[in-house]
C-alpha cells in the first residue's frame, strides 16, 4: 500500500472515531440550565489522536514479520543474536550470575522477597512452557499442581514434621504424579477440550481444599509453616530471605538446565511433533499418551516444587492463593514470553510479576494495561517477546559423512 | 516370491457406508505395487487401516517381514511403524515447528529409546545416540537430495521439497514397506520423473517393498511391478501394467462410457 493511501485510510478511522465519540465527548448537556455545551476541542483532540494512532498502527502491521518463517530478521532481534554468539554469550552469563549472587546484599529484603515470589512464577512458566510450549497441551489447571506441592509440604510439616529439604523432592513428585492422575483420563482430548478439564481439575482441587476441612483445614489455611533452615542452623528473618532467594535461584537454574536439555532431545522432538501433528507423531512410531503424560508429569513437578519453596516462603498458605487467576497469569507468562523458549519464558515471567510491583501507581490500570499488552503481543508478535528459534545443526561440507558438528543455542 | 504384506477379507464400514469390501491384497519382498482406483474409491481408507488410523471392521492383515506370519489389525499406528511399515500422508503433514533435519530426527524415534533421565543427564549413550540419530537423519536426508534445507523450517521448503521430506520421515523408521499416499500429487512433469527414479533407488537403497496410491498413470504404469485396482471398495483388477492396461473392468471403471 502506499503512503498516500495509508493516510486517505488513517483519516478515515479518524473520522470515524469522531463520529463514534461525537454524542459522548462533544455533546454536553447541562439538564438543570437546559443549555447543551459544545465541545468541539475535544472532537479535534480525538480526530489527531486516533489519526496517528491509526498511522502508528498501520506502519506496525506493514513492518510485522512475515508469519510461519524462521526468518534473518528474527535473528537480528539483539537478544536472540547475544545467545547465539558463544563470544557474548559465556560473559553475559557470567555477569547475570554475578549479578543474581550479589542481589540480596544489593537490594533491600522488601526487594529480595518480591525478586523471590517473580522467581517462583520464572519456575512455574517454565514447567508450564513444557506443557504448553512444547507438547502443545492447553492447560488451565496448572496452579493445581502449585497446591498440591504447598499442601504437601505444609500437611507433611504439620503432621509428620518433614523439614524443607525432603518436602522439596517429595512435592514435587506428589504433583508429578497429580499430573499423571490429571494426564490420564484427558489423554483423548485436545486443544478446547483439554482447557476446559483441566480448568475444571483446577478448581476441584482448590474446592476440595477449601472444603475438606478434616484434611486441609478448610478456608482458614495452614499457618507456621517452618522456612527452610540451614545445617541445621535457625537463621534470623533476613538470613532465611537470603537463604531463601539462593534456594529459588538455585531451582531456577535446574529447570533452566533440565528443559534446555530436554528440549532438544528424543522426547522433546516427540513433544514437539505430538504439538504440530498427532496423527503424523502416531505414525512416526510416537507413543501418544505416553509421549502426553510425560509432558503433564515433567510440567507439574516443577510447580510442585515452586508450592513447596512458596509455601516455605509465605509460612502460611489456604486455598485463596491458588485461584484459577494464578492459572491465567502463569499461562500468560508462557504466551506473554514465547511459547517454546526458554529465554522468552523466563523474561516474560519477570516483566509479568515485577513490572506490576513497581508500578503499583497505576494498579487500578493493570487489568487494562494487561490486556491491551496481550492483544498488542498476539497482532505484531505472536510468537512472544522472544521467538523459539530451533536449534541449527551445522555439517562439515568437506567430510561430510562423519564430522558432525552441533551448535547449541537457545 | 514371498509375500511380506496379506490383507484378508478387509471390511471396513463407517456407520452404514461400506468403504471397504472384502479387500485381498498381498505384496511381495522388494515389489513396487500400486494401488489405483477412481475418487472415493476407498484407497486412502485401505492405507488408514493398515496402519491403524482405522480399525477395521472385518478381515485380517498379515505381515511377515521374516517369515513369520504376523497379525496387526487394531494394533495403535506407532506400534505397527514400530514393526515396520511406514506411511507418508496424501495432503502433507509434516511437523511445521521444525527444521527438515528435525522432522527426521523425529522419524528416528521408534528406532532410538533414550528416556527422559538420559536427556537430562546427557550421558555417553545418549550422546552417541542422538551424534548416530543426527548423522542417520542427515544420510537420509542427502540421499533425497534435500540436503540444502537441513536447517530451514519446514514451512517455507517448497512443494516438491515437502513432498520428498515427507518420504525422507517415513524411511527413518526403518520400514520394510512404505506406503506412498500420491506422492506425485502436485508435481510438475520434471519432479514426477525425478520422484520415479528417486523410488527406484529407494527400494534399491534400503531394500524395501513400496505400495503407492497415485492417479498419475505414466508413473503409475512405468514404477508399478502390480498394480491393484479398487472401485466403490471392491477390487476389480490386478495384474501387471500391461494386465491392468487392457481389463475391461479397470478402463470401464476409469473411462466409463467413453470407451463403448
Redesign the interface.
Known sequence: MTIKNQIKKSFLVSLWFMFLTFPILVIQVNTVENVIKWRWLNMIGVGIGSFFLSILWRYMLEKRPEK???TKKYQLFFLNNILHEKKIFFPVIILLSLFVLCFPYIFSMYQTNIMISALIYVMMGLGLNIVIGLAGLLDLGYVAFFAVGAYSYALLNYHYGLIFWIALPLGGILALIFGVILGYPVLRLRGDYLAIVTLGFGEIIRLVLENWNDFSFGPSGISNIPKPCFLGIDLSLQGTTKYLFYIIVGMVALTIF?TN??QN??????W??L???E??????????GKTKL?AFG?GAMWAGMGGVIFAAKTTFINPASFTIWESVIILCTVVLGGM?SITGVVLGALLLILLPEYLRAFSEFRMIIFGAVLVLMMVFRPGGIIK?V????K?DPIL???S?K?EVNS | MKSILKVKNLTMNFGGLRALHNLNISINKKEIAALIGPNGAGKTTFFNCI???YKPSNGDILISPKGNNEKINGL????I??KGL??T?QNI???????A??NI????????K???I???L?NKS?KA???L???KS??IL?ELGL?IY????V??LPYGAQKRLEIA??LA?EPFLLLLDEPAAGLNPQETNELDELILKIREQNDISILLIEHDMKLVMSLSDNIHVVDYGKKIGEGTPKEIRNNPAVIKAYLGEEVV
Do not use: W
Open positions: 510461519g518463517k524462521q533440565v536439555r530436554l532431545s528424543r522426547i522433546g522432538r516427540a514437539i511433533a504439538k504440530d501433528d496423527i503424523a507423531c502416531q505414525a512416526m512410531g510416537i507413543n501418544k510425560r515433567l517454546g523459539n530451533r536449534r541449527i545443526y555439517f561430510e559423512k562423519n558432525v552441533n | 496402519t491403524g488410523i495403535k499406528p506407532n506400534i511403524t514400530k511406514a506411511r500422508f503433514r509434516l511437523f511445521t515447528s521444525m527444521t533435519l528435525e530426527m523425529v522419524g528416528c524415534h521408534c528406532v532410538t533414550a528416556g527422559v538420559g536427556a537430562i546427557n545418549t545416540e542422538e551424534r540419530i543426527i548423522e542427515y544420510f542427502k540436503e537441513v536447517n530451514e523450517l514451512t517455507s520421515r517415513a523408521t
